[in-house]
């Protein structure tokens, strides 16, 4: 049965794994999103009351 035999599978997935981490990888990782989070401003914004009537 030619499942059994290790041999083509094996090289098959070695040469896979190589493709993913020498290639594949470092164009993933070198990925930055286009809207990077800014820091959050720690003081707490001034708020006013209202001066509208409410009648």
């Known amino acids: 049965m030619p499942q059994l035999n290790p041999t083509p599978w094996f090289a098959i997935m ?3 794994w190589l493709v993913l981490l020498v290639f594949l990888l470092p164009k993933i990782m070198a990925h930055t999103f286009p809207n990077e989070p800014s ?12 001066a509208w009537p409410w009648h």
Do not use: V, Y
């Open 14 to 16: 070695m040469f896979s």
């Open 39 to 50: 820091s959050k401003n720690t003081q707490a914004p001034k708020t006013e009351p209202w």
